[in-house]
């Protein structure tokens, strides 16, 4: 292991980090990666560089992709930083975010309103390769794709699609998402915690589609939020992507200023 008090951390070696590593079966290896290098940027200090995607991919016999991918999550996430040309870097710390983490139903309720949801579809279908790279899953692998109007005081407000890995939600399917909360479920069905969430948010008009589902007309403006949840293990467990009615809704970022 590298000394930890080296005031210009020295190059490591991927056998300095994690001379025996045993990598579970394929599927769980990206998994398996990301709590690795959580742990090396737990435990250098800011700065140290970390090997290159190529030792890395050799040293724990993966593609280098399943190892770009974590790093990537791992820099979007703020822990790593990318340098063109000189490699990637512990990064300093931060302080922990403390925004609150809320399914639709809480969202409203925050907000004062009474949620509500109208089902337009749920079913089990094979992952396919985007959605598999979302899920972080194989691409035979199933997953339940579940539809759904979200409405206000009985008003359309989103429409959401997302899907969830099927093999970590048996019985999704039959479970009478008709209404209620999809985090409901998943906390008291099925003893998953909904812990941490990345969520990109873009504008855009809605579709003739959109705007049916929606109760508004086509043209209107819209969010579209993306969101890749995960568990308090780290695996993701859904990905949802929601277009939500402009004229209703407002995205609120809370923005916090470190001082040292
Ligand atoms: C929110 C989430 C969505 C999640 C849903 C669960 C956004 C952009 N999306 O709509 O990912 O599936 O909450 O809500 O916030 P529920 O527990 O009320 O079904």
């Known amino acids: 292991m590298a000394s930890r008090s080296s005031e210009t951390p020295e190059a490591l070696e991927p056998g300095d980090l994690a001379p025996v590593v045993e990598m579970p079966p394929t599927g769980a290896k990206g998994a398996r990666l990301q709590e690795i290098f959580e742990e090396w940027v737990a435990e250098l200090p800011p700065g140290s560089p970390i090997p290159s995607e190529r030792d890395l991919a050799e040293h724990f016999g993966v593609a280098r992709m399943t190892v770009r991918l974590q790093l990537d999550r791992l820099a979007q996430r703020g822990l790593l930083y990318r340098h063109r040309g000189r490699g990637t870097f512990v990064a300093e710390r931060r302080v922990a975010h403390t925004e609150h983490l809320t399914s639709f139903t809480e969202d409203m309720r925050a907000r004062g309103l009474e949620p509500g949801s109208r089902l337009i579809g749920i079913e089990e279908m094979r992952a396919g390769v985007d959605l598999a790279a979302r899920l972080e899953i194989s691409a035979s692998s199933r997953v339940v794709r579940i539809r759904r109007v979200r409405t206000a005081d009985a008003e359309p407000m989103a429409a959401e ?4 890995p099927a093999r970590r939600f048996p019985g999704l399917v039959d479970a009478g998402l008709d209404h209620g909360s999809l985090y409901d479920l998943f906390e008291h069905r099925y003893g998953v915690q909904v812990a941490d969430a ?5 504008v855009s008009d809605l579709t003739a589609e959109e705007a049916r589902l929606l109760d508004t007309e086509p ?42």
């Not at 990345?198 to 873009?202: A, C, F, G, K, L």
């Not at 890749?228 to 809370?254: K, N, P, Q, W």
């Open 161 to 164: 699609q997302t899907h969830v």
């Open 219 to 260: 043209g209107r403006p819209a969010f579209r939020i993306e969101r890749t949840t995960r568990d308090s293990e780290g695996a993701v467990i859904e990905f949802a992507s929601s277009v939500y009615r402009g004229d209703r809704y407002e995205v609120l970022m809370h923005a916090h200023r470190d001082h040292h």
């Open 198 to 202: 990345v969520q990109r948010v873009t």
